[in-house]
């Protein structure tokens, strides 16, 4: 039973008081703290202004080049760098997994690929773009799943290795809208990429807005039935010889979205 006479009291003991709008407020504060202090963004707009008149412009677009791995041809990437770096009107875009950076955590076997370390990895491929970088050569740079294995060890790659660029990055995948001066035209060669777009019908969708005055756009993608299409884990989608009609003059483009306008479809080539 309880006593009949209570002979202490305490008048000054803390209570817990926790206000649901204060967090709210709190968590939203820390959330644009981190957004401004990242240096990744989802959309970005390259203007281009072209080293010499009346030269094709050429922008190559590097994926998957796991920097570090002796499975590499060294003297083929330097070689692309190079053409990068002393063809006027040549620029360079990435789409993620610069470095290999494996490690015993993500893939025991794959450190055995790695003759040097994760950091030398990065310090190195990252300061040969930021050359190309400070002479305007560079339009985006995005990240890959490779690039943020050092998060396991509480590195931001980005924040560590990219935050002196010029050049917007993507840290999350984004859309880069290039704008280029009026009466010019090109041909995009986009090889092996599509496959790999998650943001597929938006990118089309872009590429038809710039797509003016007789360019041209031609690609390489993996036959839906190939062994290659499915094995590729960073696969994300097939084609077949019939899915860019759905981007044509026809009955069924509205599926796409495609009702403003239309690509010709000049030519579709099987290589078996």
Same mark, same amino acid.
């Given at each position: 039973m309880p006593p009949k006479n209570v002979w202490c009291s305490f008048p000054d003991k803390k209570e817990r008081k926790l206000d649901y709008q204060r967090v709210v407020n709190h968590l939203e504060e820390g959330r644009k703290i981190a957004e401004a202090f990242s240096i990744g963004q989802r959309k970005a707009t390259w203007k281009v202004k072209p080293e010499m008149e009346n030269v094709p412009i050429g922008f190559t677009m590097m994926s998957d080049l796991h920097f570090g791995s002796i499975l590499i041809d060294y003297p083929v990437l330097n070689q692309h760098l190079k053409d990068i770096e002393h063809t006027p009107n040549m620029y360079l875009g990435t789409n993620g997994d610069h470095v290999d950076f494996f490690n015993a955590d993500k893939h025991p076997t794959g450190m055995y690929?790695?003759?040097?370390?994760?950091?030398?990895?990065?310090?190195?491929?990252?300061?040969?773009? $930021?050359?190309?970088?400070? $002479?305007?050569?560079?339009?985006?740079?995005?990240?890959?799943?490779?690039?943020?294995?050092?998060?396991?060890?509480?590195?931001?790659?980005?924040?560590?290795?990219?935050?002196?660029?010029?050049?917007?990055?993507?840290?999350?995948?984004?859309?880069?809208?290039?704008?280029?001066e009026s009466g010019v035209s090109y041909?995009?060669?986009?090889?092996?990429?599509?496959?790999?777009?998650?943001?597929?019908?938006?990118?089309? $969708?872009?590429?038809?807005?710039?797509?003016?005055?007789?360019?041209?756009?031609?690609? $390489?993608?993996?036959?839906?039935?190939?062994?290659?299409?499915?094995?590729?884990?960073?696969?994300?989608?097939?084609?077949?010889?019939?899915?860019?009609?759905?981007?044509?003059?026809?009955?069924?483009?509205?599926e796409v979205g495609f009702g403003d306008g239309y690509f010709s479809i000049i030519e579709i080539k099987l290589k078996m």
């Amino acid at each position: 039973m309880p006593p009949k006479n209570v002979w202490c009291s305490f008048p000054d003991k803390k209570e817990r008081k926790l206000d649901y709008q204060r967090v709210v407020n709190h968590l939203e504060e820390g959330r644009k703290i981190a957004e401004a202090f990242s240096i990744g963004q989802r959309k970005a707009t390259w203007k281009v202004k072209p080293e010499m008149e009346n030269v094709p412009i050429g922008f190559t677009m590097m994926s998957d080049l796991h920097f570090g791995s002796i499975l590499i041809d060294y003297p083929v990437l330097n070689q692309h760098l190079k053409d990068i770096e002393h063809t006027p009107n040549m620029y360079l875009g990435t789409n993620g997994d610069h470095v290999d950076f494996f490690n015993a955590d993500k893939h025991p076997t794959g450190m055995y690929e790695n003759p040097i370390s994760p950091q030398m990895q990065a310090r190195t491929i990252m300061g040969r773009f $930021k050359q190309l970088d400070d $002479k305007g050569k560079v339009a985006v740079l995005s990240q890959g799943n490779h690039d943020n294995f050092g998060k396991q060890g509480g590195q931001d790659f980005y924040d560590s290795f990219m935050s002196d660029f010029k050049c917007p990055i993507f840290t999350t995948g984004g859309v880069l809208t290039i704008e280029f001066e009026s009466g010019v035209s090109y041909t995009i060669v986009i090889n092996h990429t599509l496959e790999h777009i998650n943001n597929f019908i938006p990118l089309m $969708k872009e590429m038809f807005r710039i797509n003016k005055n007789g360019s041209i756009i031609q690609g $390489k993608v993996p036959l839906y039935c190939s062994v290659g299409a499915f094995q590729d884990p960073t696969h994300v989608r097939f084609f077949t010889p019939f899915t860019f009609d759905y981007f044509g003059n026809n009955s069924f483009s509205y599926e796409v979205g495609f009702g403003d306008g239309y690509f010709s479809i000049i030519e579709i080539k099987l290589k078996m």
